[in-house]
């Protein structure tokens, strides 16, 4: 590895009843090749194996794990995790998904080499049955997004990004039931940034087989919704939002068996 001075950067992993994939999530942040990393852990009351999945890190020097006594959702966690953070890159990554092992190095020394704020990576998804690999693909984004661009096409996948810390004040996930992760993404581009892309899978992002086609009127009804609300797009740039966002998502998660 090339030796030169590189940011610690917080990780923030949000969890309710991932027990089943906590472990190879965590590992795969404390196996990372780069070793300035501080790893806050926001447990939401889970009720499977999480816990005890959990007491196997929990004596680890760079780990933090917060234990919420009450379901308080995805938003909250994420919130919580930003506000015991302090350094001044933060990551996410959820706690069904794996990152590779240089993620975190090639990332940032993209970000310091070229003075990014916010960038993300390609992806691979896959669905998994019995710990096999039952199919996987690999995203090819574009290079970059604003806000635009964004609302038509959110591909931005949270667990591949680093963010400044500089660009998330006064910015928080919003309390919703679906699409925070979106909303957050619009309220950091719509400040101006942009979205800059590291041309390398950096991350697994695991697809369950069983909720994919689960209620997707509801889910347009919702993101048409958030996008009235927060984004205060009129009807038409909704509607415009709505079927881009669709048809993107469909080119991005329809794989073969």
Known sequence: MINFSLPIVDVIVPNFNKGKFLKRCLE??????????????VDDNSTDNSLHILKKFKNKKKIKIIKLSKNKGPSFCRNLGMKNSNNNYIAFLDSDDIWKSNKLYDQLKYMIQNKYNFTYSDYCTFYENDNKILKKNSTNLKDSFNYEEFILNSSINSSTMIIKRKILKGIKFKKLTLLEDYIFKCQVLKKKYTAKKINKVLAYYRVYENNRSKNKFNNLLFL?????????????????SLISISFNSIKKYHLQK
């Open 224 to 240: 048409w919704n958030v996008n009235k609300k927060y984004n205060k797009l009129n009807f038409v740039r909704n509607l415009k």
């Open 28 to 41: 795969s942040v404390v196996n990372q090749t780069y070793k300035k990393w501080r790893l806050i852990i």
